[in-house]
């Protein structure tokens, strides 16, 4: 029983993940603009400082 509602919240987490990110270039693409928020953050607060 727990076997199969960890299979189904796997199959539900991995369809959600696909439908974001389509291609590994979407994932790519999604890395990079969190990278660049980090970026564009730490250097404000560098700013600040």
Known sequence: MIYKA????FGI???T???GCNTVKG???DV?????AISS???A?????
């Open 17 to 19: 993940v696909t439908v």
């Open 6 to 9: 960890l299979i189904l919240i």
């Open 27 to 29: 994932v790519g693409e």
């Open 41 to 43: 953050s730490a250097q």
């Open 32 to 36: 990079q603009g969190g990278g660049e």
């Open 13 to 15: 987490v991995m369809a």
């Open 45 to 49: 607060v560098s700013n600040k400082l």
